[in-house]
């Protein structure tokens, strides 16, 4: 009988303790705020074989460390009419990905010469694999998905843009 309420107690407290350590509180989550747009430049996207204009798009630039590695992160969305340029100070080939990004991107990787080399559509929030580019790029574009599609942009095809004061 003292055996039988031995193991109850046992048993008792071995309960208890594993209650005791797998209801700890969750942390608390912080939210970030969204990140409202700052026209910055505007940019036209041109076709290869007239340089008729595609589009017209007020953009943001991220040009340093800080901004590139944020980019579009924590946007709930984006209006169709603007894109975030990307300006880095050596063309080399590029990877992006899409770690707490949340709204579907089109991304279009441009040479030094602001020629798209490729593209990769419909980059999925969140996912956070290697995006790369198929070439060399010193200018990378983010519009949303669908985009380049819609503007059945293609490789070769050029961009122009200018920063406003």
Avoid: H
């Avoid at 055996?3 to 008792?12: D, E, H, P, V």
């Avoid at 939210?31 to 747009?37: G, N, R, T």
């Avoid at 995006?131 to 503007?151: D, F, I, R």
């Amino acid at each position: 009988m003292i055996r039988r309420y031995f193991k109850i107690i046992c048993l008792s407290a071995a309960l208890i303790a594993l209650t005791a350590t797998s209801c700890k509180e969750e942390p608390k989550k912080t939210k970030q705020a969204e990140v409202a747009f700052k026209k910055e430049g505007e940019l036209q996207l041109l076709k290869k074989v007239n340089d008729s204009v595609l589009v017209n798009l007020d953009i943001e630039i991220a040009d340093n460390e800080s901004e590139t590695q944020t980019g579009l992160m924590y946007r709930e969305s984006m209006k169709i009419n603007r894109g975030m340029l990307f300006i880095f100070p050596n063309e080399q080939p590029r990877s992006f990905f899409m770690k707490n990004t949340r709204i579907a991107l089109d991304i279009i990787y441009l040479d030094a010469n602001k020629t798209v080399v490729s593209f990769q559509e419909n980059a999925q929030p969140f996912n956070e694999g290697s995006l790369p580019s198929e070439g060399a790029a010193k200018y990378v574009l983010e519009v949303n998905a669908g985009l380049v599609n819609t503007w059945q942009l293609e490789v070769g095809d050029a961009m122009t843009f200018k920063t406003t004061d």
